[in-house]
């Protein structure tokens, strides 16, 4: 007879998903459900900087794109926490977590976006990273955080290919629009790459949850990954690349970058970015600003709870 | 009793770990647990699945296929919600 400890790493290394009713050790509970909540902030954080731009996009094609993008996120927030819940937290639970800065959310969307170019870099590079870091979740040991990446990794392509088309038509247009390019490039490039998290020597919770196989691949891997493919993007944009220390090399097969601001990817982390606290105030007015439509369905629903109680009622005399 | 006053259940199997449940057909049964044991002896006699769903037929509230055009209609005029509306040079097209 195997304890449940044992039958579960006997799942994780034969590469068998972990089920909601499956046993499993309270750590990797706790890790995935403030992961995936994390993820899930994300999403819905990050319609904030987009969703500012949809009345400023400069024609009708790109408004109508931008609303179907920050429509994805909304949907891919609610496949996240839905995929949290069914860890035994409650949407209202993550929430608070959120409101009360005891969850995070990705930093990169404490950083502030200036103009319309920032919105094409974000599609471009901040989707980008996401994406990179969801396609390698698809393989992630719990099986609802799994089949969440897959639909979200299936409907999130648009979203890099749109911002990379609008940056091209930047890169491509006027002196000015040219430089406006480079600048969300030089701007959003370094804050892309802080996604992927601190080194792995520094990561808090990298080593169990690699082990657990909640995550797949390191930090540093997949952050490598990321720098990869993005110096033919930027060739082809003819823009300069942010980083003059971008350098191929052919023994690791991976090109050298330059360290990133470390103290400031802390410092953004712990609540001092220019965005943390509009962020989150702005989070908390549009729930509170929500709360007669929440008002409204229960007093609807006790409604009609009641006429078909005195229904009842009345067939029973 | 007789059958037409036994409950309509839906049966969803997960054939393995990791993947959805399906939706596999249905049966009659006076309750949950009974139709829980039904499903496992009529869907899974050679080992189909892993895990099973039933759920009371009258419990699912399901679209109607006349409906299909309001529902669906609003998504044929947005191509853009598709990768391949966006057309890249051929260095990057595989992003």
New interface residues.
């Given amino acids: 007879m195997i304890s449940e400890e044992q039958n579960f790493m006997r799942?994780i290394e034969a590469e068998?998903?972990?089920?909601p009713k499956d046993w499993m050790p309270d750590q990797y509970r706790k890790n995935l459900i403030r992961q995936i909540s994390q993820h899930a902030h994300s999403e819905v954080i990050g319609m904030q900087p987009e969703g500012n731009y949809i009345t400023r996009a400069p024609s009708l094609?790109r408004k109508?794109?931008l609303i179907?993008k920050v429509q994805?996120e909304a949907g891919h927030g609610l496949y996240l926490y839905s995929a949290a819940e069914t860890l035994g937290i409650s949407r209202a639970e993550m929430i608070e977590q959120l409101q009360s800065g005891k969850a995070k959310y990705s930093s990169i969307f404490n950083y502030p976006v200036l103009t319309w170019a920032d919105i094409a870099a974000i599609g471009w590079l901040v989707d980008?990273a996401a994406i990179v870091n969801q396609v390698s979740l698809q393989r992630t040991s719990y099986?609802p955080y799994?089949?969440g990446m897959i639909r979200i990794c299936k409907e999130e392509?648009?979203h890099?290919?749109?911002g990379?088309?609008a940056m091209?038509s930047l890169a491509k247009g006027s002196a000015g629009q040219k430089a406006m390019a480079q600048d969300a490039l030089n701007r959003f490039y370094w804050p892309a790459l802080m996604m992927f998290g601190p080194h792995d020597s520094e990561s808090a919770h990298s080593q169990k949850s690699m082990e657990w196989k909640i995550k797949r691949e390191t930090n540093d891997d997949l952050r490598q990954k990321f720098i990869d493919?993005t110096v033919?993007?930027i060739e082809?944009l003819g823009l300069d690349h942010p980083d003059k220390g971008i350098k191929w090399n052919e023994e690791r097969g991976h090109y050298d970058s330059s360290d990133l601001n470390w103290d400031e990817f802390w410092s953004v982390i712990n609540g001092n970015g220019h965005c943390n606290r509009q962020r989150v105030e702005h989070h908390v007015a549009a729930h509170d600003e929500g709360e007669w439509v929440r008002d409204a369905i229960t007093a609807y629903n006790s409604k009609k709870n009641n006429k078909k109680n005195a229904n009842q009622t009345k067939q029973v005399a | 009793m007789a059958i037409e006053k036994l409950e309509l259940f839906e049966v969803f199997i997960r054939s393995k770990r990791g993947l959805d449940h399906k939706h596999v057909g249905s049966l009659h049964a006076e309750d949950h647990a009974q139709a829980l044991e039904y499903a496992r002896d009529c869907y899974t006699r050679r080992s189909e699945g892993v895990s099973i769903w039933v759920v009371k037929s009258s419990d699912i509230c399901a679209s109607q296929e006349d409906d299909a055009d309001c529902f669906y209609d609003p998504s044929d005029d947005k191509p853009y919600r598709h990768a391949t509306y966006y057309v890249l040079p051929e260095p990057v097209n595989n992003m």
């Fill in positions: 799942k068998e998903k972990i089920e094609r109508a794109v179907s994805d980008g099986g799994s089949r392509s648009f890099q290919r749109q990379y088309e091209l493919q033919e993007q082809v």
